[in-house]
Antibody, heavy 119, light 110 residues
Framework: QVQLVQSGAEVRKPGASVKVSCKAS????????IHWVRQAPGHRLEWMGW????????KYSQKFRGKVTITRDTSATTAYMELSSLRSEDTAVFYC????????????WGQGTLVIVSS | QSALTQPASVSGSPGQSITISCTGT?????????VSWYQQHPGKAPKLMIF???KRPSGISNRFSGSKSGNTASLTISGLQAEDEADYYCCSFGSNSTWLFGGGTKLTVV
C-alpha cells in the first residue's frame, strides 16, 4: 500500500535551518511528484512547492521562494524539504503529499512533521 | 497569491445536507477543472474527498459530491453524520503550475 512516512518533530533556534524527510513506499517513486504543505498552528493549509521525483524539477509558491528548498533521492525513494533562516513564525506542521502532473494530486499524505522554532 | 475564499464555518443536523463554497479567480478555479476537497480532523493529516471537481477517490462515500460554476466550486455533503464534523479545505491548480488552498471551513454537526 502507498505510504509516505515523514521524519520526526524538530526544535530549532531562530536563524537555523531544518530538513524534513518524506520516505515513499508502495508505488513507483519516479512516476509521481511530491508536494510540501505547511499548516501553522490553528491556521489553514498552504502549498509550498513540489518536485518531480523523476526529473528533479521543482516549482515553489511565490511566498516560499528563497525560504524552502525541495530535493529528492531516487535511490532512497525519499523527498526532502529544507527551510532556512528560521523564525518563530515558521513554527508549523509540514506535510508531504503525492502528486501526478496531469493526474490526481494530494491523494496520499504523510503524517506530518512538527517544526518548532524557539529560542 | 491569496487563499481561495471559503466560509469560516457551516453547520447542519444529522441527516441534512450542507454545501461549502470555494471562490477563486479566472486564473485558478475558473480556468482549470483541477479543484479538490480535503477533510481534516483535529491533529490528523488531510484526506482527499473530491478531485478534478467532481470525482471521488475509491472508498469515499457518495454522500460527498463536488461541482463548479465559473470561479466558484462547491462541496456538498448529504445525509450528514457525526463523523463528518471536521475542517474542509478546497484546493485548485493555478497559473504558473502552482496550487492554492482555501482558508478552510469548520463543519459542525449539531
Amino acid at each position: 500500500q502507498v505510504q509516505l512516512v515523514q521524519s520526526g518533530a524538530e526544535v530549532r533556534k531562530p536563524g537555523a535551518s531544518v530538513k524534513v524527510s518524506c520516505k515513499a513506499s508502495g508505488y513507483t517513486f519516479t512516476s509521481y511528484a511530491i508536494h510540501w504543505v505547511r499548516q501553522a498552528p490553528g491556521h489553514r493549509l498552504e502549498w509550498m512547492g513540489w518536485i518531480s521525483a523523476d526529473s528533479g524539477n521543482t516549482k515553489y509558491s511565490q511566498k516560499f521562494r528563497g525560504k524552502v528548498t525541495i530535493t529528492r533521492d531516487t535511490s532512497a525513494t525519499t523527498a526532502y524539504m529544507e527551510l532556512s533562516s528560521l523564525r518563530s513564525e515558521d513554527t508549523a506542521v509540514f506535510y508531504c503529499a503525492r502528486g501526478r502532473i496531469g493526474g490526481i494530486n494530494f491523494d496520499y499524505w504523510g503524517q506530518g512533521t512538527l517544526v518548532i522554532v524557539s529560542s | 497569491q491569496s487563499a481561495l475564499t471559503q466560509p469560516a464555518s457551516v453547520s447542519g443536523s444529522p441527516g441534512q445536507s450542507i454545501t461549502i463554497s470555494c471562490t477563486g479567480t479566472s486564473s485558478d478555479v475558473g480556468s482549470y477543472d483541477r479543484v479538490s476537497w480535503y477533510q481534516q480532523h483535529p491533529g490528523k493529516a488531510p484526506k482527499l474527498m473530491i478531485f478534478d471537481v467532481i470525482k471521488r477517490p475509491s472508498g469515499i462515500s457518495n454522500r460527498f459530491s463536488g461541482s463548479k460554476s465559473g470561479n466558484t466550486a462547491s462541496l456538498t455533503i448529504s445525509g450528514l453524520q457525526a463523523e463528518d464534523e471536521a475542517d474542509y479545505y478546497c484546493c485548485s491548480f493555478g497559473s504558473n503550475s502552482t496550487w492554492l488552498f482555501g482558508g478552510g471551513t469548520k463543519l459542525t454537526v449539531v
